[in-house]
């Protein structure tokens, strides 16, 4: 994976926002195609959508902000609604790079009137964001790529670099915050949370979801949520699961975390999807007492060392 040691000897470059950051990373990949380089963005706002379609870039933020107002019921240039798609305030298309220190909110707010609305989506492999915040409520994190029947659906709606991923992309997240309100990590990307906190804010429809992966049964790793804290900022006692399957074979592990009083005790919900909860794979280490009998591991299980060995890999990336 990606570490920070990796750009050691990188030329570093100072801009003003983020604009400023992918309009230089453009200009620098016109001149070499993989050459690796820092840039520094200073403290600034943004508003609007911003895409990152390169690779090998360490974008290092001093409260840099990205903000956008999009939502899924919003109508696009052509009059179709957006959908979850187009509503992301940045979108990484690349891969092998790291973002420190960048903030990305989607402030449209009340999506149970205007859908979900995507702060961060990415789309790339073996992407590193440390200590970032991202601010939703619905939707806030898609870890990409798109479930397989999704990337038939929307050829020709989607770009081809949004729609479809070769191979299996796995993308890291150390010390970052993540707040939102339903399903706000979803995807069927590899994911590894690595002392993460996870803010539930409050919803008038009063239950809520932290995520909602949708691996396919191909997939052996799914999230994995390490050493993490779920908290609350308005969400109501006993009113969030950990985790619901988008869809059949969706995989979370829970390694080590800790939890507010606004955790459901059963933990995990089954989409209210007729047998969904007999392929739904979720873990959970130690086990509490309560959580609903299909978790698949048994009380005093250790976790698979796989995920021992990619939450140290994030551990020594982050130094």
């Not at 949370?193 to 008038?204: N, P, R």
């Not at 919900?269 to 299909?294: C, H, I, M, Q, S």
Request: charged share 30%; with cysteine.
């Amino acid at each position: 994976m990606i570490k920070k040691s990796a750009f050691l000897k990188a030329p570093t470059h100072k801009v003003k926002d983020i604009l400023e950051a992918v309009e230089l990373a453009k200009a620098l990949r016109k001149k070499s195609p993989k050459k690796r380089h820092i840039i520094e963005i200073a403290q600034s706002s943004v508003i609007g959508e911003v895409s990152f379609p390169f690779s090998n870039f360490y974008l290092k933020g001093d409260h840099s902000w990205i903000t956008s107002t999009s939502y899924a019921k919003q109508l696009d240039e052509q009059g179709k609604e957006k959908t979850t798609w187009k509503t992301a305030a940045l979108k990484v298309t690349g891969s092998h790079n790291i973002f420190e220190g960048i903030h990305v909110e989607n402030s449209a707010r009340h999506p149970e009137i205007k859908g979900q609305e995507v702060a961060l989506g990415v789309y790339g492999d073996d992407n590193l964001f440390i200590g970032c915040h991202l601010v939703s409520t619905q939707d806030t994190l898609f870890a990409g790529p798109l479930p397989d029947d999704l990337m038939t659906r929307y050829l020709g709606f989607i770009p081809e670099e949004e729609r479809y991923f070769e191979g299996l992309a796995r993308n890291y997240f150390a010390n970052c915050v993540i707040e939102g309100t339903v399903d706000f990590v979803f995807g069927a990307g590899q994911a590894v949370f690595y002392k993460d906190t996870f803010i539930t804010l409050f919803d008038s429809r009063k239950k809520t979801w932290v995520s909602a992966p949708s691996h396919s049964l191909k997939d052996d790793f799914g999230y994995l949520f390490y050493k993490c804290s779920f908290e609350s900022d308005g969400a109501l006692e006993d009113s969030t699961y950990l985790s619901r399957p988008w869809r059949d074979y969706g995989k979370a592990v829970f390694d080590e975390c800790s939890y507010g009083p606004h955790i459901k005790k059963e933990g995990f919900d089954d989409w209210n999807e007729e047998g969904r909860y007999k392929t739904a794979r979720f873990l959970e280490y130690p086990l509490l007492e309560g959580r609903v009998p299909w978790v698949k591991n048994k009380k005093g299980e250790t976790i698979d060392p796989k995920y021992k060995k990619a939450a140290r890999a994030v551990k020594h990336a982050i130094r």
